[in-house]
């Protein structure tokens, strides 16, 4: 019997720095992602969007702008989620900026199996909005810590809190780390898979971090695209030009980590159209190296 995988769309760059990830979710449909799936041999419930909202600044919350809009977009994301694993469906998330996966993971946790977390990004988000530059998206895995300072709005979002616990979460291609962020990672001895070690063998690294995932009921991987070199494949909304993944090494790194059994969710985020040279050629390779991971 064929997989059935949710689709769940989140048009939201409230947690970012300006708009622009807004636009993915609906750029992902348009170019083909639901026939893209469906010709690999999955069933597809697309669940439609939550809904959006295109960042704006916000006077009132300087170190935490847009908030308000942050948590609707998570919450309802969660509920999607939470319908969707009931439902027995694997699950697809469309960001939006970074702070979706907040929604992902509460919604994973409200039938309280347990949830182990493998975060694909350059970053390690560990920022409290009151040290950060008052964008959120840099502070999500901050918020599913429950670190000092976070908002309570979002690390409550879940039926516990924290929603993870440091040992629930496995960096993955991490290089661009704070000096602040460092201490936070030597202190709670939060594990990682680096940069180097991925680039070096992408497929050694994907088993390491199925290994490392095998002890949870649910598995989720939040792929943030700014792991990506811009260079070498330009999608990201942050265009910074240093030295990410390559878009090959991240096809050879996702395929074994989407199979693995216990897999459940993948959420994608921080992809911008507007950063494409062409969008419907970019979209169109990135569409076809997720359908061919997920149907494997």
């Not at 493998?118 to 009151?130: R, T």
């Not at 959420?267 to 991971?293: C, G, K, Q, W, Y």
Request: charged share 25%; net charge negative.
């Amino acid at each position: 019997m064929a997989r059935t995988l949710s689709l769940v769309g989140a048009p939201s760059s409230a947690g970012a720095y300006a708009p622009g990830q807004e636009k993915a979710p609906a750029a992902f449909r348009r170019h083909g992602l639901v026939s893209a799936l469906l010709e690999s041999g999955l069933r597809v419930n697309d669940r439609g969007d939550v809904p959006g909202f295109r960042w704006r600044q916000d006077p009132q919350r300087p170190k935490a702008m847009n908030l308000d809009a942050v948590r609707r977009t998570a919450a309802a994301v969660a509920d999607r989620v939470e319908q969707a694993l009931a439902d027995g469906d694997a699950v697809l998330v469309l960001g939006g900026d970074c702070t979706v996966e907040l929604g992902t993971v509460a919604g994973a946790l409200r039938d309280e199996r347990s949830v182990g977390l493998v975060y694909i990004d350059l970053d390690v988000d560990l920022n409290a909005p009151e040290t950060s530059d008052g964008a959120l998206d840099w502070t999500g895995v901050a918020h599913l810590l429950d670190l000092p300072g976070t908002q309570m709005e979002l690390s409550g979002l879940g039926p516990r809190r924290p929603m993870l616990a440091p040992t629930d979460i496995l960096y993955f291609a991490a290089d661009n780390i704070t000096p602040a962020e460092a201490r936070v990672v030597d202190a709670l001895d939060l594990e990682r898979i680096e940069l180097a070690q991925v680039k070096e063998d992408p497929l050694a690294a994907a088993r390491r971090a199925v290994a490392w995932g095998a002890r949870y009921k649910r598995l989720l991987i939040h792929l943030d695209v700014d792991v990506l070199s811009f260079t070498d494949f330009p999608i990201a909304e942050n265009v910074r030009r240093c030295d990410g993944l390559s878009f090959e090494a991240l096809s050879e790194a996702l395929a074994p980590m989407v199979a693995a059994p216990n897999w459940c969710a993948l959420t994608v985020t921080e992809a911008n159209p507007d950063h494409a040279p062409d969008e419907r050629e970019t979209f169109s390779r990135f569409i076809a190296m997720l359908a061919e991971a997920l149907s494997a």
